[in-house]
């Protein structure tokens, strides 16, 4: 199961330098994460200091 961004994001683009498959990218107000490219290592989650990032 891929993670989620969720509203808690504050762009501050930690998560999208963390991600080993590049699979996270700037979108619309928050960051998000392609589910396709994912490969659900947590990775990005355990980076995210607002804990925005969560098990879909």
Do not use: F, H, L, Q
């Not at 808690?8 to 928050?30: H, L, N, R, W």
Request: charged share 25%.
């Amino acid at each position: 199961m891929a993670y989620v961004i969720t509203d808690e994001c504050v762009m501050c683009g930690t998560c999208e330098g963390e991600c080993p498959v590049e699979a996270i990218s700037e979108g619309d107000g928050k960051y998000v994460i392609d589910a396709d490219t994912c490969v659900e290592c947590g990775t990005c989650a355990g980076a995210c200091p607002t804990e925005a990032i969560k098990e879909a």
